[in-house]
């Protein structure tokens, strides 16, 4: 059973290497104030904007999201999210599509803070924001 799991991790490395991931082992590395597309994957992930998944275990932190996923067991902080939802234990955004998590910070939400969920009401078709 190891050595299937050894290899499930490595070919997920080489797979993940190929298809244009960045590991990010903590913030202050050379991709915080760059524009990434791709995943960026982690500790604590930090960049300016990503067209992709943002996964990392303690928190990521980016000023826009463009069709992708911010992933984390601890915090997600984003300016603005398009196209994609937030999922951790608080997440924190100006604008976010859809947010779950245990404490949702939404300033364009249907509420400005609201638990398990948030949204903004657009994604559906209403409000007039």
């Known amino acids: 059973m190891k050595k299937v799991i050894m290899l499930g991790l490595v070919a ?3 797979f993940a290497a190929h298809a244009g991931c960045f590991w990010s082992w903590w913030v202050g590395d050379d991709k915080t104030d760059k524009d990434l597309t791709g995943c960026q994957l982690g500790i604590a992930s930090e960049c300016k904007t990503m067209k992709g998944a943002q996964v990392s275990i303690l928190w990521n932190r980016m000023q826009e999201l463009h069709n992708g996923a911010q992933v984390a067991f601890g915090y997600n902080n984003a300016k603005k999210v398009q196209n994609g939802p ?5 997440n924190i955004a ?3 599509a859809l947010q779950l998590g245990l404490l ?3 300033k364009e939400g249907f509420l400005p803070f609201f638990v398990f969920f948030n949204f903004d009401t657009k994604m559906f078709g209403g409000g007039n924001k």
Do not use: D, I, P, T
């Open 12 to 14: 997920s490395l080489g």
């Open 86 to 90: 937030q999922v951790a234990f608080v």
């Open 94 to 96: 100006e604008k976010s």
């Open 104 to 106: 949702c910070f939404n």
